[in-house]
């Protein structure tokens, strides 16, 4: 299990940005495979987007494809969830998620093939 925390959820209004940090805790984050993902009431967790460990690929959903960009900061143990274009059905709780079978192959969008968790940031787009 590796600790991660999320922040930079809030209120916003559709057509705003918003960009989500989530920070690992550890020496390896430079070798974990990360993840976004997104729960909203009522409904199953859905994969948002994901990062290789050296950040050189990316993978995202359809429903986000080209409003929303991951990256990382290995040098920071961060990875950003870059949001904008944001419509009300974004509204849900964000989670980052951690593969951490170093080097682990990519990409992957299911909730089982990551190990750790953060507890989310709640991101709540107006109409």
């Known amino acids: 299990q590796v600790p991660l925390v999320e922040s930079g959820g809030g209120l916003v209004q559709a057509g705003d940005s918003l960009r989500l940090s989530c920070t690992a805790s550890?020496?390896?984050?430079?070798?974990?495979?990360m993840g976004w993902f997104r729960q909203a009431p009522g409904k199953e967790r859905d994969f948002v987007a994901a990062?290789?460990?050296?950040?050189?690929?990316?993978h995202y959903a359809d429903s986000v494809k080209g409003r929303f960009t991951i990256s990382r900061d290995n040098a920071k143990n961060t990875v950003y969830l870059t949001m904008n274009s944001l419509k009300p059905e974004d509204t849900a709780v964000y989670s980052c998620?951690?593969?951490?079978?170093?080097?682990?192959?990519?990409?992957?969008?299911?909730?089982?093939?990551?190990?750790?968790w953060g507890k989310g940031t709640q991101v709540t787009v107006s109409s």
């Open positions: 998620a951690a593969t951490i079978s170093p080097y682990a192959s990519f990409p992957r969008f299911k909730t089982y093939e990551y190990d750790s």
């Open positions: 550890g020496r390896t984050f430079s070798r974990y495979v």
């Open positions: 990062i290789s460990w050296s950040g050189g690929s990316t």
